[in-house]
């Protein structure tokens, strides 16, 4: 890999004038034909055009056929977007991930279909088991270096393609919370708790896109990992990330300035000098898709509002003494909410009992259930009435490691459990291995 062309092609990147102009295409379905027609038109009207080593980085944070359908970019959007990158002439089109963490991402790459791209000229990767360069971030808060995935590394253009949803721990994700993905698992935790804001916008640097194609068909609510949908009808084309960002949180409810990692990049100089520099352009207006969302709440982003006989205690992380929203706490949420999408209902019907995460101050009442702290910086400055009180360690704790605990104490459904997943998993983390093994022994081979 060459560190130096790297270095050129980020600042080039960075560097390059943008219009700030975002358009909205109404698109009911995933017609192919209809969404290819979008693309041509916006990204050509935005005068974008692929180029060279072409990397397309979706949202395929989780994905499973029985029960998570919403979570990811719609494959289709993604195929015809790697039939434009063909046509007009990229040499290479890549479509690369790092999903949810401790899960290979292959799995959910196969479960979401994304796998069949190949079929149409895509090398399909997980950057987990693709060679990687360690590069250092000049405007980094928290990320000082990255491990950068080959695919990324290389890539003379960046098309990024989220999924629009609300997100438990801040507020939106949607083209710069994208970023997260572009992280190997072995990085991917770090920061992740009161910093995750920061650590978003720390990745810009590398993950800033050419385009952005954001999908907005059905949106994701609830647990942005396992959501539910609304029908939404709608392709966002940028050439912009903050500014795609900018709408979408309009699109959502919120005005920019509600969304942190949003308004950290502004402030950091990504993006428009000022949101008022956005033109909102296209076939279907801004105010006919906030009227969807108007009033909405999206469940388990206020945890306490939660329907359910376990409750909630949230505290502070206790170096820095602020609320620690990404950390445990959205483990805790991760973990409930697939448990409920999975088996709708179980949560409201638990057992009763208290979880706390972080320095909470005051008493906790479990009734007669068990009180879990969960975190190891977790602790109560005050009474714990309980049947009994349990930890779950980790700093922060992976949803994985937390299913194995809370579940029982709760008496809910476990996913761990499940034969069929459980079967894939396994399969799965084997291909994982053997693709790390080759990427050792050839560096520059993807997987």
Not at 134 to 153: D, K, N, P, W, Y
Not at 424 to 446: C, E, G, N
Request: aromatic share 8%; net charge positive.
């Amino acid at each position: 890999m060459d560190d130096r062309r790297f270095s050129e092609r980020v600042s080039e990147r960075l560097a390059r004038k943008r219009s700030y102009r975002v358009l909205l295409r109404r698109c009911d379905r995933a017609d192919p034909d209809r969404v290819r027609a979008i693309l041509d038109e916006s990204l050509a009207e935005l005068g974008l055009a692929p180029k060279g080593r072409l990397l397309i980085k979706p949202n395929v944070v989780t994905a499973n056929r029985r029960y998570i359908h919403h979570s990811y970019t719609e494959p289709e959007l993604v195929r015809q977007a790697v039939l434009w990158a063909r046509a007009g002439g990229a040499t290479h089109v890549t479509v690369g991930e790092s999903g949810g963490y401790g899960i290979p991402s292959r799995l959910f790459m196969r479960e979401a279909g994304y796998l069949n791209l190949a079929r149409d000229g895509a090398k399909v990767v997980d950057f987990n088991t693709e060679g990687y360069a360690v590069e250092a971030l000049r405007r980094g808060v928290h990320h000082r270096t990255m491990q950068v995935a080959a695919s990324l590394h290389d890539a003379d253009f960046l098309l990024w393609m989220p999924k629009l949803k609300y997100h438990i721990c801040c507020t939106i994700t949607a083209a710069i919370k994208l970023n997260v993905g572009i992280l190997r698992h072995r990085e991917r935790m770090l920061y992740h708790d009161d910093r995750l804001d920061e650590k978003i916008v720390d990745l810009l640097e590398v993950g800033y896109p050419d385009a952005v194609v954001l999908d907005a068909i059905e949106i994701g609510t609830g647990y942005e990992s396992a959501p539910s949908p609304i029908h939404f009808g709608a392709i966002l084309v940028a050439d912009d990330p903050v500014a795609a960002d900018a709408v979408a949180c309009r699109l959502l409810g919120y005005e920019p300035e509600q969304c942190r990692h949003l308004m950290l990049a502004h402030e950091r100089g990504y993006g428009p000098e000022s949101f008022d520099d956005i033109r909102v352009e296209g076939d279907v207006s801004l105010a006919e898709l906030q009227a969807v969302t108007a009033g909405h709440e999206s469940e388990y982003q206020d945890i306490h509002k939660l329907r359910s006989p376990i409750r909630f205690y949230t505290g502070n992380e206790p170096t820095r003494d602020r609320f620690c929203h990404g950390g445990c706490l959205a483990a805790v949420k991760g973990c409930l909410g697939t448990i409920d999408k999975r088996r709708p209902g179980s949560v409201a019907r638990a057992r009763e009992g208290a979880i706390v995460t972080g320095v909470y101050n005051g008493d906790v009442d479990a009734g007669r259930g068990v009180a879990l702290l969960v975190g190891s910086c977790t602790r109560v400055n005050g009474k714990i009435t309980a049947g009994k009180v349990r930890r779950v360690g980790g700093c922060p704790i992976g949803t994985k490691r937390l299913f194995m605990k809370l579940p029982r104490y709760f008496d809910l459904p476990n996913p761990m459990f499940d034969v069929r997943d459980s079967f894939l998993f396994v399969l799965f983390a084997i291909d994982k291995f053997f693709r790390k093994v080759l990427a050792t022994i050839s560096p520059r081979t993807s997987s």
